[in-house]
């Protein structure tokens, strides 16, 4: 007979929580979704400045902030008759600068093979 579940507690199931995680990463996944939250770590933009910040028309803005909306990621605030964007929870900038220092550590380590590459071809 399989154990009692306690009827308050609703335990997730199995690959839900990966599953979470992984549609948060997917909304992070496109390279103008990540411009526009590297502009709002900054500050509260509306699609205006966001479109004059990044060059890009106004659907695409508006396209990609609808993106992050739906995922969580960015909280728009009516100002006006303007929209103002910015990121709903500001660790977003940390994991954007850990992500960075990730990535200059893989182009380091692919400049080294590079150099190491370059001495080959010049011994050979």
């Not at 199995?14 to 979704?33: D, I, M, N, V, Y």
Request: proline content about 5%.
């Amino acid at each position: 007979m399989p154990p009692k579940r306690d009827a308050k507690r609703v335990e997730p199931a199995a690959g839900e929580l990966q599953a979470f995680k992984a549609q948060f990463f997917r909304a992070l996944s496109h390279p103008t979704r990540i411009r526009i939250l590297e502009t709002l770590v900054r500050r509260e933009c509306t699609v205006q400045e966001l479109q004059e910040e990044l060059a890009l028309d106004q659907p695409i803005v508006s396209q990609q902030l609808a993106v992050l909306r739906h995922q969580g990621i960015v909280a728009a605030r009516k100002e006006g008759s303007s929209v103002r964007y910015a990121l709903r929870d500001p660790l977003l900038g940390a994991l954007l600068d850990v992500a960075r220092r990730i990535f200059n550590n893989r182009l380091g380590d692919s400049q080294g093979l590079l150099r190491e590459l370059r001495r080959e071809v010049r011994r050979g």
